[in-house]
């Protein structure tokens, strides 16, 4: 598809202080027009305003579509919903990284080659050993990912596409055991190196929960389920972190620092740290007769408090994975033979009462992907603490994708906002 070839729709008017500037403006295959402020500053010396970008495309990207008001996520066209019933989690990563689904053979060389580098560094085991013990996983995240840039020197040129795969693989099967390193150290286990022979996700889940004198017995619904959480994580276009990572990249930092900044970015509650923050507060509900208190202290601005795992910037409907997610949390549930979780139960009540709310439904919130998730995780065994690394597992791909696209884009230069300044103007120092 050629969208330089379709007639450009008319440009827009814009008139400052009584002069008129024509403002190009630009159509993608779907989703709303961009109008292009690329040349505001020089035709009237003002800047856009944006705070919290909700109306700034940054860039143009082929990766991910999200229709906010339809509650529609497609990866490279394919509608999430699909990818998750019938794909893996590998072929999602080659889908989002090459723009298409693999053939049988790419997909087996695909999967040879992450395989192969599934491994990390033996100098990095003693990495870990200068965290405490007691330090959260993600911190061990930031650190040991930004790190692996001090290991592999050989993909840190930027500008040699081959450099760039290496980086890739090497990023997508490493995150993973580092990991699930993040997680033995925590609990003060040995570290369990990857086990070849095992697909990618089910590879992960025996990092985490073998040990060297038990052996984990891969539960196949539950490699499953992971594998779909992770195909649903795998990428959401330009949200915080992926936006943090192209800014990063765009000064020409290392791929393996880019991801860092991701995973640290990614960290926040109002992000990827909303898993761990829903499952809190549901613990903290506890019961379904206390959920009217929670809703109501939701509702008031004074308290602070808010509804983890409901809203989102973008989706002003269901969010699509959430559906995937509230199915794949029943499936586990029944297979670990799970028939009366209370958090379950306080779960869909919440989710009941705030969608018949009219507060909730005024502003369009909605059960985001957090809201089951950690539920989910939880019943696989995973601490609460885990629950944002396995979501940084998952976006690794989304992130290299994004990076990727940004590097070979001939128009990409240095991101660099400017401001409205409201600060003293130009003064004298004093002359005491
Ligand atoms: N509970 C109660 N009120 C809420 C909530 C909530 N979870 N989310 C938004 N609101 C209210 C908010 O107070 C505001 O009200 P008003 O217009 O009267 O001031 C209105 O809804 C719009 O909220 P906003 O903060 O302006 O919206 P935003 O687009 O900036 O924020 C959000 C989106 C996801 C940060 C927010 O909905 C939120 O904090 N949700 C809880 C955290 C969460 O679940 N985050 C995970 C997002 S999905 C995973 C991911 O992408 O990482």
């Known amino acids: ?55 700034t495309a940054n860039c143009s990207s082929k990766i991910t579509y999200i229709d906010g008001d339809k509650g529609e996520l497609l990866y490279r066209g394919y509608p999430i919903e699909q990818l998750a019933e019938h ?40 990495f870990y050993t200068g965290f405490r013990r007691d330090a959260h996983p993600m911190a061990i995240m930031v650190g040991v990912v930004g790190a692996l840039s001090a290991f592999y020197h050989d ?37 369990m190196y990857p086990k070849n022979d095992l697909d990618y996700t089910s590879n992960f889940l025996r990092m985490c929960f073998a040990t060297p004198c038990e052996d984990y017995r891969v539960h196949p619904v539950i490699s499953r389920a992971l594998d779909r959480i992770f195909i649903l994580h795998a990428d959401h276009e330009q949200n915080a972190s992926t936006s943090t990572v192209r800014l990063a990249g765009s000064s020409g930092a290392n791929p393996f620092a880019c991801i860092a900044a991701g995973i640290a970015c990614l960290w926040g509650p109002a992000h990827g740290g909303a898993n761990e923050a829903a499952l809190n507060m549901l613990e903290e509900i506890g019961s379904v007769d206390r959920i009217p208190e929670f809703i109501k202290k939701a509702k008031d601005k004074t308290s602070g408090f808010r509804l983890m795992g409901f809203g989102h910037r973008v989706y002003k409907n269901y969010d699509p994975r959430a559906k995937v997610m509230q199915k794949t949390c029943h499936e586990v549930l029944t297979a670990l033979d799970i028939t009366n979780d209370p958090l379950l139960k306080v779960a869909m009540e919440l989710e009941r009462i705030a969608l018949q709310d009219d507060y909730f439904v005024s502003k369009k919130l909605y059960p985001n992907i957090d809201f089951y998730s950690g539920i989910t995780l939880r019943a696989m065994g995973f601490p609460v603490s885990m629950f944002t690394v396995l979501f940084a597992v998952a976006r690794t791909v989304g992130w290299i994708a994004q990076w990727k696209e940004m590097m070979e884009d001939p128009d990409q230069k240095i991101g660099r906002p400017r401001q409205l300044y409201i600060g003293s103007p130009r003064r004298e120092f004093p002359m005491i």
């Open 87 to 126: 794909s893996d989690f590998l072929a999602v990563c080659y889908l989002l990284l090459n723009g298409e689904l693999p053939t049988n053979e790419q997909f087996r060389d695909f999967s040879r080659t992450i395989t192969n580098h599934t491994m990390v560094h033996e100098q990095m085991t003693r």
């Open 1 to 55: 598809m050629n969208v330089q070839n379709k007639p450009g729709p008319a440009p827009a008017q814009l008139t400052h202080q009584g002069r008129a500037v024509e403002l190009p403006v630009r159509s993608g295959s779907i989703g709303p027009d961009v109008i292009d402020v690329g040349g505001l500053y020089k035709e009237t010396g003002c800047f856009t305003y944006d705070p919290g970008f909700t109306s």
């Open 155 to 191: 993909s840190l040129d930027i500008n040699d596409p081959d450099h760039r795969r290496v980086a890739t693989i090497r990023m997508l099967a490493k995150t993973p055991t580092i990991a699930a390193m993040a997680y033995k150290y925590s609990i003060g286990h040995p570290f």
